[in-house]
């Protein structure tokens, strides 16, 4: 049996809330110090509290059962929380030079990752950029939006409308689901089949 240090948030009544391995803790650190030192107007913008008061925050927002940004009655559920593989988005990286990710979060970015957009404006304060849909999607990057079918057709509308637009080559990797019953029948492959000029299936 492998033994495993592991860092525990916990509530105030003493229970567990959430375990991160170390080095996870120091990688997030390490993003708080400089996102402090390095985007002072971000950070007075934000007005962070202690790395740990944030860090618990952090995690709270993507508890599962936690009330969704925006969501009356929406809740975090596991398929909001799914990323790209870690070793197909590494492999994907080494082979485009991409090194951007359009959905992550500061828990789940891949540490080859040198700019990403998270859901959470407060994730800023662990270097996460803020709403994948506030800019034109350029260049290469990885995109694995929520599960679902309207963030995965929305997801694959805007890279198409960006690729249309763009002034600079541009390459959205984006990983979609293939579970639905009716998945050929999907909003996103008719646009898929709409847009063959700009849009390419590569494996399922």
């Known amino acids: 049996v492998q033994e495993r240090e592991l860092a525990c948030l916990y509530e105030a009544d003493g229970r567990c809330q959430r375990m991160l391995l170390p080095a996870a803790v120091a990688r997030l650190h390490q993003a708080y110090t400089h996102t402090k030192e390095q985007h002072k107007n971000l950070w007075s913008e934000l007005n962070p509290a202690t790395f740990e008061e944030e860090l618990y925050r952090l995690t709270t927002r993507y508890t599962a059962g936690t009330c969704m940004k925006g969501g009356k009655d929406e809740y975090i559920e596991d398929k909001h929380q799914w990323g790209m593989p870690a070793q197909l988005l590494q492999t994907l990286q080494e082979l485009t030079g991409s090194n951007k990710e359009r959905f ?3 828990l789940n970015v891949h540490a080859g990752t040198q700019q990403y957009w998270s859901v959470h404006e407060r994730d800023q304060v662990f270097g ?62 008719r646009l898929v089949r709409r847009n063959l000029d700009w849009c390419m299936p590569v494996f399922t």
């Open 104 to 106: 992550a979060s500061p």
């Open 128 to 189: 996460a950029g803020y709403n994948a849909y506030s800019s034109q999607w350029t260049e290469c990057s990885g995109a694995c939006p929520n599960f679902d079918l309207h963030a995965t057709t929305r997801a694959l509308d805007w890279a198409i409308q960006s690729a249309q637009c763009a002034a600079t080559p541009t390459l959205t990797l984006l990983l979609l689901p293939t579970f639905f019953a009716d998945a050929d029948d999907t909003g996103y492959m």
